[in-house]
Structures are given as structure tokens and as C-alpha cells.
């Protein structure tokens, strides 16, 4: 044990600098992008680049489509008591709906630029069957989990859309 009048000895750099990114994440709900993450911690933006890489990897951040990051789902997972999760909340709601519709229901999340199936609730009859497992993983734009999480989600504009159109 250290005397507390002497600096702690070993230690992570890596560590320390990704968990100064999450607090950093944490004070912008509207997210920061690689540039603005490095500027606010001080770290260079290759440094800082690559601390985001494997944040997002593990789920500790998330990235939107114009390259902001926000603190990820991983960190609600940590903490733990602080109230039933969706997943909890979702399962026995999912469990009724499949018995009363006789088909699979499922809830899918938007996990970075993912759509995660992290539920899944099956009919109790040979009812229609979506082969969905949890943890399945598809690109967020592709397949009805992710275009249903994207149409729950904030409007976006497309892609050389301007301002006005439709």
C-alpha cells in the first residue's frame, strides 16, 4: 500500500487517457468528433483517434453517421442497480406479444452503426418463425431491426439533400 503523501506508482497511460475520453464524451450529449475529443482532452488526434476506435469496438462509445461520438450502451450495462434495463422491461412484454400474435418478436437496439438483436421472444405454437438469435448484428441501414431503430430515431437528412425537400 502507497502512503497517500507519495505518487501512485505503475499504472495505465492507455487506461487513464480512454477514461478521460468517456468523461470528456459524457459533458456532450450532442457528441464530438475525433478533432473536437482531442482538443478537449489534449491528446494528439491520432492518440485520441485510435482511444475512439477501440471505445466504439467494446461499445463504451457510440458513433453516429457524421462522425460524433457519445458515451455507449457498454456504460449503462455498468451501472448496474441504477434501474431495470430496457432489455428487462422488454422481455415480458415481447413474451406476451408472441402469444398473442403466434409469431417471433424481437427487440433490436442501435449499438454504434449497428442493429443488435438483444431480445428474443418465440411463438408457443408453429407460429411464423424469424430466426433471430441474440447478439445477431446487421448493418443499421440494412434489414427491417435497423430501419425500424432508424426510423424511431432523430430525423436525419440524406445524403445531398438540401434544406426544404421532402
Same mark, same amino acid.
Given at each position: 500500500?502507497?502512503?497517500?503523501?507519495?505518487?501512485?506508482?505503475?499504472? #495505465?497511460?492507455?487506461?487513464?487517457?480512454?477514461?478521460?475520453?468517456l468523461?470528456?464524451?459524457?459533458?456532450?450529449?450532442?457528441?464530438?468528433?475525433?478533432?473536437?475529443? /482531442?482538443?478537449?482532452?489534449?491528446?494528439?488526434?491520432?492518440?485520441?483517434?485510435?482511444?475512439?476506435? #477501440?471505445?466504439?469496438?467494446?461499445?463504451? %462509445? $457510440?458513433?453516429?453517421?457524421?462522425?460524433?461520438?457519445?458515451?455507449?450502451?457498454?456504460? $449503462?450495462?455498468?451501472?448496474?442497480?441504477?434501474?431495470?434495463?430496457?432489455?428487462?422491461? /422488454?422481455?415480458?412484454?415481447?413474451?406476451?406479444? %408472441?402469444?398473442?400474435?403466434? $409469431?417471433? %418478436?424481437?427487440?433490436?437496439?442501435?449499438?454504434?452503426?449497428?442493429?443488435?438483436?438483444?431480445?428474443?421472444?418465440?411463438?408457443?405454437?408453429?407460429?411464423?418463425?424469424?430466426?433471430?438469435?441474440?447478439?445477431?448484428?446487421?448493418p443499421?441501414?440494412?434489414?427491417?431491426?435497423g430501419? $425500424?431503430?432508424?426510423?424511431a430515431?432523430? %430525423?436525419?437528412?440524406?445524403?445531398?439533400?438540401?434544406?426544404?425537400?421532402?
Open positions: 500500500m502507497t502512503p497517500s503523501n507519495e505518487p501512485e506508482g505503475g499504472g #495505465s497511460q492507455t487506461l487513464e487517457r480512454g477514461l478521460a475520453i468523461i470528456e464524451l459524457s459533458r456532450h450529449s450532442e457528441g464530438l468528433n475525433t478533432s473536437q475529443v /482531442a482538443a478537449a482532452t489534449g491528446f494528439h488526434r491520432s492518440i485520441a483517434h485510435r482511444l475512439l476506435v #477501440s471505445l466504439h469496438r467494446t461499445g463504451f %462509445a $457510440a458513433r453516429d453517421d457524421d462522425g460524433r461520438y457519445v458515451v455507449g450502451p457498454t456504460v $449503462a450495462g455498468l451501472l448496474g442497480d441504477a434501474g431495470p434495463s430496457l432489455r428487462t422491461i /422488454a422481455e415480458p412484454v415481447l413474451q406476451r406479444l %408472441a402469444q398473442k400474435l403466434d $409469431a417471433t %418478436a424481437s427487440l433490436v437496439e442501435a449499438i454504434g452503426t449497428a442493429a443488435v438483436t438483444t431480445v428474443v421472444a418465440e411463438p408457443p405454437t408453429d407460429g411464423p418463425l424469424f430466426w433471430y438469435r441474440r447478439g445477431s448484428r446487421d443499421l441501414d440494412h434489414g427491417s431491426g430501419l $425500424a431503430c432508424l426510423a430515431g432523430p %430525423a436525419r437528412l440524406r445524403a445531398g439533400a438540401r434544406t426544404g425537400d421532402p
